[in-house]
């Protein structure tokens, strides 16, 4: 029997066995088009690592204003970041089920999601030293697959050797209703037209900045969730993956 022959019949008894492979899915794709939604229900259904890579540039950000390094203005000490990046401990830690960010022992998922992060993120993810600071963590903690991570550019620069792309969409009006939704459930009351417009802006910030742009790789499969429930997006994946890596044999769904 050749080397080949044999690969592939280990390969599919490995696949049956255990219905899922140990591989990288990338999520990539538009602010409120449900990706972390999906990347952490497919997570818990296959028994997948969730990693938010957004979260770390968040994390990255907080790291910089308390440390003072980003002035009134907005200007960024970049000397000063780079120095930081250093010696900066972030890391995430399985905890319920769940993957939290840790600055060093804290726990800072709360922050990170706060109004003042989200509004200082975007310029400090356009650093391209923070994006390989980024990246090279991102690299470490995928080590032995099984990993879904969300983002921007998972597909395209952080894996682009991911052996499952996809690449999530919905229509505008959908997505700023669903941020709308998620606003006024955390006692904000938004405007939906202003909604609307921010996605917008985030859209054209995210696809048209020079470092690693948000865009579809070229073998990532669409997923438009626009009229989907999450167990419809949930049936999807599974079809993806089985048709990708022949697996005849589909896990029971949970969700
Ligand atoms: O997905 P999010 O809103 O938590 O992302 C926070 C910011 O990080 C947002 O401005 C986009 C940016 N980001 C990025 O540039 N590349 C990624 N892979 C993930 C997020």
């Known amino acids: 029997m050749q080397i080949s022959q044999k690969y592939s019949i280990f390969v599919i008894s490995r696949l049956t066995n255990m219905n899922i492979p140990d591989i990288i899915i990338a999520v990539d794709g538009f602010s409120s088009t449900g990706k972390s939604t999906f990347a952490k229900m497919v997570a818990k259904e296959f ?12 994390g990255v950000t907080l790291a910089a204003l308390e440390g003072g390094l980003i002035a009134k203005d907005g200007s960024i000490d970049l000397d000063a970041l780079s120095q930081r990046l250093v010696s900066l401990d972030l ?6 089920g769940a993957t939290l960010l ?5 726990c800072i998922e709360k922050e990170i999601r706060g109004m003042e992060v989200s509004s200082h993120v975007s310029p400090i993810s356009a650093v391209p030293f923070v994006r390989n600071w980024v990246d090279a963590r991102l690299h470490a903690f995928s080590e032995g697959g099984r990993v879904i991570m969300d983002g921007r550019d998972i597909g395209t620069t952080v894996f682009p050797d991911a052996e499952l792309k996809i690449f999530m969409v919905a229509d505008d009006a959908v997505r700023a209703q669903r941020r709308f939704d998620e606003m006024l459930s955390k006692g904000q009351s938004p405007k939906l037209e202003e909604v609307m417009e921010n996605l917008r802006q985030r859209d054209y910030i995210d696809s048209h900045r020079e470092a690693s ?7 990532a499969f669409v997923l438009d969730n626009t009229h989907m429930t999450l167990h419809e997006e949930l049936v999807w994946v599974l079809g993806v993956i089985q048709g990708k890596f022949g697996i005849l044999e589909a896990p029971a769904l949970t969700w």
Do not use: N, V
């Not at 840790?102 to 804290?106: E, I, S």
């Not at 742009?213 to 073998?219: G, H, I, N, T």
């Open 213 to 219: 742009p948000l865009r579809k790789a070229e073998d």
């Open 102 to 106: 840790y600055l060093g022992d804290r």
């Open 47 to 58: 028994g997948f690592l969730y990693l938010d890579s957004g979260a770390m540039y968040r």
């Open 91 to 96: 890391h995430f830690q399985r905890e319920s």
